[in-house]
């Protein structure tokens, strides 16, 4: 009995997983236009297919690409209440249908939508966040699909078989009709309709052969014979490798049966420059190609030569001229041949020998070897003033061989070469740098780089106040050290990607509407640190930014962990800020929004930061904490009489508190305020007695700050004592 259970209990498992395995597969990716069309490379879709039994609900689902740096990224989603019928399609477009080459009304149109030409690799996720389908591999060129430039006939890539997984090549095929599609584009492909092929022309029925009960050898040839001539000869040349990588001795020639019946080639013809070569039988039947079969005919066997300078090969059947090719000059490793029968021959950049011919998209990409007075943020680069680049356009598994290369920078610059001078950026503007890549096969992409030259950081004239007569030796003043008035730490970047010492920077923001002189302020990055750096030449203008480069402050930031701290002038009232971190990670900036610091992917340098979806704040636990100190701590000052103005001054000294911590914190209680008498020492505002009553909150922290507020009725008591103990000392 218990046997018995135990066996139940494994059937029942198994017919949960296959009923699971098979609500799961309720809709597929059935068809991916990757390549785009003639009218833009970005008129882009993806084909969704219902295969399940019954309506899927795709409320909530996501669909995912790969991006260049391997991660995983949403490119769409489906809306709440959409439905999807088995048998039935829905269209994902970059573009509407009046933009686009896809004749009906594209399902979803988003802008997201962004296909790769290498290295494609598609996720469609459900609701719960389980895995639905997969698409290709992520590896090389796409599993199918035909690129071309210009006008030139582009396919996509279409799914053979809905139930059959899609992370198999053998899965999936080059578009071979045009069916929702505008008319006369040239675009192959299906959207809205499931798989269509051109159908293949039914072949002339077999003639009758009298039946024979001999099964001598000379009737069974003339039974072959008898059906080789009854099926249309539709034997043509499909890939000539004349100048193999290596050895000559490789060189080989590809036939191709694009018929749809066997056909016997033994005893036809090659003819290679002048030199005829006969086909012998390979077996007692022949030498047959069965439909779309290939074979190949290696030069190690047949003795002919392809020269590499180019030729014309042909292919003869009963003193008749089956086909002829002409192949121009050859690369080492580059093929040629057709990819259907309809089309042009071609140079094919990746051999197939054996199988069916591709179309590979170079990957390329431009790569920053220097760059001077300038930040890189992926395809950006900011520079003040000006910069001077210089950029390469990098090869990745791509020959350069008969490779064209073109680069145009956007102001009148350009060059041929693919490794091209260094050039210098003078002007103010935004420039589009634009590097076209051809490859000896026909097949050409565009990489692009955006190149923005600011207004250099306003400087301020040194202010020289003038000097009596009798104060002829007195030390002159550079310029006035001033307050302020509201300029913050906003964000800095201490883990760049590529060279730190190029990429570090710092940036000040000025968040008022008034311009600020920041004589007198320095920044640096702590006790034991780099140097401070002097900010009196700068002034930030109305709700401006000041970045500060590495290059120019020699302030370097630990990866591991530092701080940034922003001094007040000597004697100043207000606050000085420090910001604090821990370990940073390659090319996210530390970035202030309104009372909290993140970690931001995308850095914005010299502009207002904008929190990103899904940010993390850091906690105290993380070293992330901001705290308010003042610089250089005065002396307590005994006097026998406290005048009003002293009275009003340290009550200017409680009231700064107040601001700055209302400023950093929320919900934060009114301080209370020290009266002073006659005989009492003022109790300076240093950092020093501000840390004895107040701690360090991180922005986490300020929420709970208004539950602490009975300790700053500490003050009162403790500057008491402090003024007791400095009286006693006298």
Not at 25 to 39: N, P, R
Not at 213 to 234: G, I, N, R
Not at 507 to 532: Q, R
Request: glycine share 8%.
């Amino acid at each position: 009995m218990q046997l018995y259970s135990h066996a139940l209990s494994f059937v029942v498992f198994v017919a949960l997983v296959l009923a699971a395995r098979t609500a799961h597969a309720s809709a597929v990716i059935s068809e991916v236009c990757w390549m785009g069309s003639d009218l833009s490379t970005a008129d882009e879709w993806i084909e969704v297919a219902g295969v399940g039994e019954s309506a899927t609900d795709l409320t909530d689902w996501w669909l995912t690409s790969q991006a260049s740096d391997g991660t995983e990224r949403v490119i769409a989603t489906f809306a709440t209440g959409t439905f999807l019928m088995p048998g039935d399609t829905f269209i994902i477009a970059n573009y509407a249908a009046g933009q686009s080459r896809v004749l009906e009304a594209p399902d979803l149109v988003t802008s997201g939508l962004s296909l790769p030409n290498t290295k494609l690799l598609l996720r469609l996720y459900d609701a719960s966040g389980s895995l639905v389908d997969t698409v290709d591999d992520g590896i090389g060129a796409p599993f199918a699909g035909v690129s071309a430039t210009g006008t030139g006939t582009r396919a996509t890539m279409e799914r053979i078989d809905v139930l059959a997984p899609g992370s198999v090549i053998t899965n999936w095929q080059s578009a071979r009709a045009s069916v929702g599609i505008d008319a006369a584009a040239p675009l192959l492909g299906s959207p809205g309709f499931l798989h269509v092929d051109t159908p293949l022309p039914e072949p002339d029925p077999l003639p009758e052969v009298e039946s024979t009960s001999s099964s001598s050898s000379s009737e069974s040839s003339s039974e072959s014979s008898a059906f080789a001539d009854a099926v249309p000869a539709s034997v043509y040349f499909s890939e000539i490798m004349a100048n193999p990588i290596g050895s000559d001795d490789a060189e080989w020639i590809e036939l191709r049966n694009f018929g749809s019946g066997a056909v016997d080639i033994a005893g036809w013809e090659l003819q290679v420059g002048t030199k005829i070569i006969p086909i012998s039988a390979q077996s007692a039947s022949g030498y047959v190609l069965e439909a779309g079969a290939y074979t190949l005919l290696h030069k190690r066997d047949f003795g002919f030569t392809l020269p590499n300078a180019g030729g014309t090969i042909s292919l003869v059947s009963n003193d008749a001229q089956q086909d002829s090719i002409i192949y121009p000059e050859a690369f080492d490793g580059i093929s040629f041949g057709r990819l259907s029968m309809e089309d042009a021959p071609r140079a094919f950049c990746r051999s197939t020998p054996g199988s069916q011919n591709i179309v590979v998209t170079p990957d390329v990409s431009i790569a920053v070897q220097s760059v001077s007075n300038a930040t890189q943020h992926g395809t950006l680069i900011t520079a003040e003033g000006k910069t001077t680049l210089n950029l390469e356009g990098l090869l990745h598994n791509t020959s350069s061989a008969g490779a064209l290369c073109s680069w145009n920078f956007g102001d009148g610059f350009t060059s041929a070469s693919c490794n091209p001078p260094s050039h210098t950026f003078t002007e103010r503007g935004i420039y589009s740098v634009l590097f076209v890549f051809q490859d000896a096969c026909g097949t050409a992409v565009e990489r692009q780089l955006i190149v923005e030259v600011r207004e250099p950081p306003k400087t301020v004239v040194p202010v020289v106040p003038p000097v009596e007569q009798e104060q002829e030796n007195s030390e002159e003043t550079r310029c006035i050290p001033s307050e302020n008035g509201g300029v913050v730490l906003s964000e800095f970047l201490p883990n760049p990607a590529g060279d730190d010492a190029i990429g570090e920077w710092i940036e000040l923001a000025n968040p008022t509407s008034t311009s600020i002189d920041l004589c007198g302020w320095s920044i640096d990055d702590g006790d034991g640190g780099s140097a401070s750096f002097s900010l009196d030449a700068y002034a930030i203008a109305a709700n401006g930014f000041l970045l500060l480069h590495r290059n120019i402050t020699n302030i370097a930031l630990n990866n591991d962990g530092d701080s940034v701290r922003l001094l007040a002038p000597d004697g100043m009232e207000k606050f000085s800020q420090i910001v604090e971190y821990t370990a940073s990670k390659e090319a996210l900036s530390y970035a202030m929004f309104g009372d909290s610091w993140h970690w931001e992917h995308a850095p914005t340098p010299g502009t207002q930061n904008l929190p990103k979806r899904n940010e993390t704040v850091l906690s105290t636990t993380s070293g992330a904490v901001v705290s308010l100190v003042a610089k250089n701590p005065k002396k307590p000052i005994k006097k026998s009489t406290i005048t009003n103005t002293e009275q009003n001054l340290y009550t200017k000294k409680i009231s700064a508190i107040q601001n700055a911590l209302t400023t950093h914190y929320e919900n934060v209680p009114q301080l209370p305020l020290v009266s002073l008498s006659e005989n009492q020492p003022l109790l300076p505002v240093s950092h020093r007695n501000l840390a004895r009553f107040l701690p360090a909150y991180s922005a986490e922290q300020a929420s709970s700050f208004a539950s602490d507020w009975w300790l700053l009725f500490l003050v009162v008591p403790l500057a008491t004592i402090l003024v007791w103990k400095g009286s006693l000392r006298s």
